[in-house]
C-alpha cells in the first residue's frame, strides 16, 4: 500500500466518523485516531522485527522504553 493509500484510508475513515455522528459534537478525535493507529502499526512491526524491542524501537525511531511503554499500554506484553 502506497503513502497516498493510507493517507486516504485514514481520511476516509474520519469523514465517516463525522458523517456517523449526525450532526452529535466529536471528543478526543485525535487521541481515538493515534490509539486506533498505534495498536496495528505495533502489532506488524514487532512481528516483523520477531518480537525483538531493540530492533523493533529503532525502525520506529522510538527509545526502546517508550516502545516498552506503549506495548504495555496496549496491552501487548
Known amino acids: 500500500m502506497s503513502k497516498q493509500n493510507l493517507e486516504q484510508c485514514v481520511r476516509d475513515s ?3 466518523y463525522f458523517r456517523d455522528l449526525d450532526g452529535e459534537a466529536p471528543a478526543n478525535v485525535y487521541d481515538m485516531v493515534i490509539r486506533l493507529i498505534e495498536k496495528p502499526l505495533l502489532e ?3 512481528a516483523q522485527a520477531d518480537s525483538n524491542q531493540s530492533r523493533a524501537a529503532e525502525w520506529l525511531g522510538l527509545n526502546r522504553n517508550t516502545l516498552r511503554k506503549k ?3 496496549h496491552q501487548m506484553l
Open 71 to 73: 506495548l504495555v499500554d
Open 14 to 16: 474520519l469523514e465517516g
Open 44 to 46: 506488524v512491526v514487532m
